[in-house]
């Protein structure tokens, strides 16, 4: 156990003691739910059937944050309460960011974020807590800018402690079939049987010498995957047919019939069963595997899907200090807007940028009109704003902007007579979200963010 799932676990101890009820919020369910568990209490899956319900408080994923979810979600119930954002780099790019369930329900979750927030730090009792090992000032400064008008002086713990570094390798390439071929090797050579002799020897040697079990991590689970979790164990089962293997990603540990399903919370116990475990990010934060002289190596295949942090933050689940393999792809495989760095760039791929006019008959606003209109129910879903085939380009226009804190200055009526048209300028914003933008890109690295 880390130091700070100490420092949190005598937290929690501490509120129960004198009946403060706590919610704690996460970006993956699995890290919830392991959480709850060695919290003592009960995450939102397990309210409706538990004697305790939510009276201590529960665990929830960020995407449940509305109240059409199975926590029925209300920012209005939470008071002189307590609020644990673990994870909380991770959860709020996951919020901005993410393609799952979050993204249908974006808007409404981020006005929940903001009221809860707003009426725990509103309240004289109430306490938020940030935790990660890589929380930057722009978690902090998000979170106060949530708050408002509210004054809160952030009180903040570092940890300065640093872990011995251990060897690691780089594979090059275009692909990992270097880094599975060493692995390859290192399973055989796991597997030979020891000559007579030398069972007196291997005993004195160091445990991480005589350890013959191996932990690859992927950033990719779908079978679809050649390099993902799934199809890397089908894989290692032809090749090594008496191998015990365990995959660890999100449908095995939510199938009741898995090996895997739940050992989130045990991992510790379970592990120590398997002689290559194959795990996706659902081991990427906010557990702990303290086991010693089990594991040979570390592996990880990144195939540029996750942020820097969470790559680093994944590698360094298993705490001993073992030898550690990894490739990561030169670039990701997406990028955020344009992939610019520059929220001007980003307006102008979109055909807004300062001096740019705008008309109704422009053939790029009559085709925005045209997408806009066929994708009328997404965007009522995601952003809250209504598009009908009765609106005209330019109040379409008008409408997307506004959502985002964006306006068209008008210019005037130009044309010939009888074909005069209303025209518009795209005005820049001065709100200074070039610089937050670039903060947000410096600490997560846009570049290998799908």
């Known amino acids: 156990m880390c130091r700070r799932q ?5 937290l929690v101890c501490s509120f129960i003691s004198r009946c403060l009820q706590f919610a704690t919020i996460t970006h993956r369910i699995q890290l919830g739910e392991a959480l709850c568990k060695r919290f003592g209490v009960n995450y939102v899956t397990e309210v409706r059937d538990s004697g305790t319900g939510d009276l201590l408080g529960y665990g929830v994923c960020i995407d449940s944050l509305h109240h059409q979810s199975q926590a029925r979600f209300n920012p209005n119930d939470w008071h002189n309460d307590t609020v644990i954002i673990d994870e909380c780099d991770q959860v709020f790019w996951h919020l901005l960011n993410s393609g799952t369930e979050v993204a249908k329900r974006r808007v409404a979750v981020l006005k929940n ?25 722009c978690d902090v400064d998000y979170v106060l800018s949530l708050a408002g008008e509210i004054q809160v002086k952030p009180f903040i713990i570092v940890n300065d ?27 055989a050579a796991s597997k030979q049987t020891l000559t007579p002799g030398d069972e007196s020897k291997s005993n004195e040697q160091d445990e991480s010498h005589t350890a013959s079990s191996h932990l690859l991590l992927c950033s ?18 032809r090749k090594f047919p008496d191998l015990k293997i365990l ?7 939510s199938d009741p019939n898995h090996p895997a399903y739940g050992c989130i919370a045990n991992l510790n116990q379970i592990l120590t069963e398997y002689d290559l475990v194959i795990a996706s990010p659902s081991l990427e934060t906010g557990v702990s595997i303290d086991i010693q002289g089990h594991f040979q190596a570390v592996w990880g295949i990144f195939q540029g899907v996750q942020s820097a942090n969470s ?3 994944m590698l360094a689940r298993l705490r001993e200090n073992v030898d550690r393999h990894i490739w990561v792809r030169s670039s990701g495989v997406g ?20 001096g740019v006019m705008f008309r109704g008959s422009d053939a790029a606003l009559l085709k925005l009109k045209q997408v806009a209109v066929e994708n009328r129910y997404i965007i009522k879903n995601y952003l809250g704003i209504s598009v009908s085939e009765g609106m005209t380009p330019m109040a379409i226009v008008h409408t997307l902007l506004d959502k985002l804190g964006l306006s068209l200055s008008y210019v005037g009526r130009l ?12 005005v820049e914003p001065k709100d200074g979200r070039d610089e937050i933008f670039a903060k947000w890109v410096n600490s997560y690295g846009v570049g290998i963010q799908s």
Not at 161 to 176: F, W
Not at 247 to 253: A, K, L, Y
Not at 335 to 354: F, K
Request: proline letters at 3%.
């Open 6 to 10: 100490w420092f949190q676990n005598w």
């Open 161 to 187: 402690y640093q872990p011995q570094a251990g060897k690691c390798y780089i594979y090059k390439g275009s692909n990992p079939k270097d880094l599975v071929v060493s692995l390859d090797k290192a399973i």
């Open 247 to 253: 995959r660890i990603d999100s449908e095995s540990v």
């Open 335 to 354: 990028t955020v807007g344009n992939a610019s760095t520059s929220m001007g760039s980003l307006l102008a791929s979109q055909h807004a940028a300062p």
């Open 113 to 137: 974020l903001k009221l809860l927030i707003q009426n725990v730090l509103g309240s004289p009792e109430g306490k938020i807590y940030l935790a990660s090992a890589d929380v930057s000032d």
């Open 220 to 237: 990719a689970q779908k079978a679809k995957s050649k390099w993902g979790t799934q199809a890397l164990e089908e894989r290692f089962r």
């Open 415 to 426: 044309g010939s007579r009888g074909k005069r048209e209303r025209v518009y300028e795209f």
């Open 311 to 313: 790559v680093r933050q």
